[in-house]
Each structure stands twice: as structure tokens, then as C-alpha cells.
């Protein structure tokens, strides 16, 4: 089975600009949770959503915003870009909420 | 709110020493609790993970962890390290039921062969 898919792996945007990140859940995967991890910290969370509903939000600025679709993949969108954006976003499935989190490659973000 | 601290952010060790990694978290509540891995140019994997019954669980490639409810504590230990267990160690708690899973910030490990 393919794991957790997530697109593009690198990415570079300018200052202001606006970013939409994707990820694809394990298949029969309901929960799609949206992290940030800056370089020498431990991933932070940003989102989480289930059955296309937001169920929780980290610490963000209203910038940040996701959706889960139909078929449960997500997106995460930043918009006007800020350099401390810069990071590696991950996302993570899980089939239910509270269980084990299965984390894909990331989307390496750099903002100059 | 929930957080977890995570006591060593470097640690170098020789091959064939055992290894712990100290885990605290805060949180009143019911929780899970897991350990993932970093290793170099690859995405976080579950190392091991613990929701309920025996507070000593084993998870893969020999790691096994220890929950003290009373100490809040989830301690990750290995009795003999390989060089191959060179990787980043995670720390992460969620409420059980819960929608966020938080993390520690991590612990490098070096394994000198």
C-alpha cells in the first residue's frame, strides 16, 4: 500500500506570495493532520481534520487555513508568506482520531 | 495545555551502550503516547507506541519504553545501540480520542562505531 503522499517535496516562494501544499492519506485513512517543523524543533501542530471537517487547530495565524476533501486528501494553503514560513510542513494519517499518526516525506518550504 | 519535554537534545554514544531517552509530558488526562524516529534523509516512522494495559511496551528494532503514569514519564531505552540507530528521536503525546498530537523537540542521537 502506498504510505502518505505529499506534493510538491521543495518548494521556493517570495515574500507575500501565497503556497498550497497536498498530501494524499493511506488509503481508508479518515484523519489528516497538517504539522510544521522548523529546523531543531520537533513538528508543530497546525491542523487537523476529520471526515472533511477541521477538528483542531494549533497555534497559527489565520494565514494558515486547509480543507479535507471527498476523498479525504488535503491541502494546506499559507498565504502572504512570511520568511519564518520557512520550514518542512508534513502531514500525517491516521484512521481515527488519537491513533497512530503515519507521517509522509514533507514539503520542504523556503521563503525568500 | 498539553506539552512535553524531552531531556537531551545531543547525545553521543558508543556502539554496544545502552541508550535511554527521557520523556515528560503535562496532561491531566487520558493519553497515548509514542516515540517516533528521524533517520537521515528519511520521514518520521513509528518507533513504538502505548494506549492502554502493560506500561512496558516493546516496538521495533529492539527499542522498548516505559510508561509511569505517576511521573508522567515515557522514558525510550535500548540495552545495546548499533551505529545504525544514528537518527533523531521524537517524543509525542495526543489525549486519547484527541485531535493534536504534540511532540517533543526532539533528541539527536549519535552512535560512533
Known amino acids: 500500500d502506498a504510505g502518505v503522499t505529499q506534493s510538491p517535496t521543495h518548494l521556493i516562494k517570495t515574500r507575500g506570495q501565497q503556497v498550497t501544499l497536498r498530501c494524499s492519506p493511506i488509503?481508508?485513512?479518515?484523519?489528516v493532520s497538517w504539522y510544521q517543523q522548523v529546523l531543531g524543533q520537533g513538528p508543530q501542530f497546525i491542523f487537523q481534520?476529520?471526515?472533511?471537517?477541521?477538528?483542531g487547530r494549533g497555534n497559527f495565524p489565520d494565514r494558515f487555513s486547509a480543507r479535507q476533501f471527498p476523498n479525504y486528501s488535503s491541502e494546506l494553503n499559507v498565504n502572504a508568506l512570511l520568511l519564518g514560513d520557512s520550514a518542512l510542513y508534513l502531514c500525517?494519517?491516521?484512521?481515527?482520531?488519537?491513533?497512530?499518526?503515519?507521517f509522509g516525506q514533507g514539503t520542504r518550504l523556503t521563503v525568500v | 495545555a498539553q506539552s512535553v519535554s524531552q531531556h537531551n537534545h545531543h547525545v553521543i554514544l558508543s556502539e554496544a551502550a545502552s541508550l535511554e531517552l527521557g520523556c515528560n509530558y503535562s496532561?491531566?488526562?487520558?493519553?497515548?503516547l509514542f516515540w517516533y524516529v528521524q533517520y537521515p534523509g528519511q520521514h518520521l516512522q513509528l518507533l513504538l507506541k502505548?494506549?492502554?494495559?502493560?506500561?512496558l511496551v516493546k516496538g521495533i528494532k529492539g527499542f522498548e519504553a516505559e510508561f509511569i503514569k505517576s511521573k508522567f514519564s515515557f522514558n525510550l531505552r535500548k540495552p545495546s545501540v548499533q551505529w545504525s540507530d544514528t537518527a533523531e528521536y521524537f517524543c509525542?503525546?495526543?489525549?486519547?480520542?484527541?485531535?493534536?498530537?504534540?511532540f517533543g523537540a526532539g533528541t539527536r542521537l549519535f552512535v560512533k562505531a
Open positions: 500525517a494519517s491516521s484512521l481515527e482520531n488519537g491513533m497512530t499518526s503515519y
Open positions: 488509503s481508508g485513512h479518515k484523519s
Open positions: 481534520y476529520y471526515e472533511k471537517e477541521e477538528r
Open positions: 496532561y491531566g488526562g487520558t493519553v497515548n
Open positions: 502505548y494506549f492502554s494495559g502493560d506500561p
Open positions: 509525542a503525546v495526543n489525549a486519547a480520542g484527541g485531535f493534536k498530537t504534540i
